[in-house]
């Protein structure tokens, strides 16, 4: 059975920083690509980062800069930092697998599992 499982999320001040981090069982992360998505409230869910077998990395423009995505293969696990978190950045994030083709690395019908989100909350 696969689970994607993500912890690190908690409630942090505006400029402040955490660690994500998404263990995954029941697969190998390191024969797909792996993404953070987030959704904020009442908003839809929406891309974060990526990285790729190749540890290529992709961001969405708001979180550039800020945010870096890396993955550990051998303790099957990827971690999302970050950094000069804004109140905007407040959502569930939730990290994927799958096997998009570049050009749809941002799009979240591409990945297979999920997990069940960790909590991100910046105060202001």
């Known amino acids: 059975q696969v689970q994607l499982v993500e912890s690190g999320g908690e409630l942090v001040q505006a400029g402040g920083s955490l660690r994500l981090s998404c263990v995954a069982s029941g697969l190998s992360l390191n024969s797909y690509t792996m993404a953070w998505f987030r959704r904020a409230p009442g908003k839809d869910r929406e891309f974060v980062a990526a990285?790729?077998?190749?540890?290529?990395?992709y961001y969405a423009t708001s979180v550039q800069g800020r945010f870096t995505i890396s993955r550990d293969n051998a303790r099957n696990m990827v971690t999302l930092q970050m950094n000069s978190l804004k109140p905007e950045d407040t959502a569930v994030y939730y990290c994927?697998?799958?096997?998009?083709?570049?050009?749809?690395?941002?799009?979240?019908?591409?990945?297979?599992?999920w997990g069940q989100g960790t909590q991100v909350t910046v105060s202001s």
């Open positions: 990285i790729r077998t190749t540890s290529h990395t």
């Open positions: 994927a697998n799958g096997r998009p083709i570049l050009s749809a690395i941002r799009n979240e019908d591409m990945y297979y599992n």
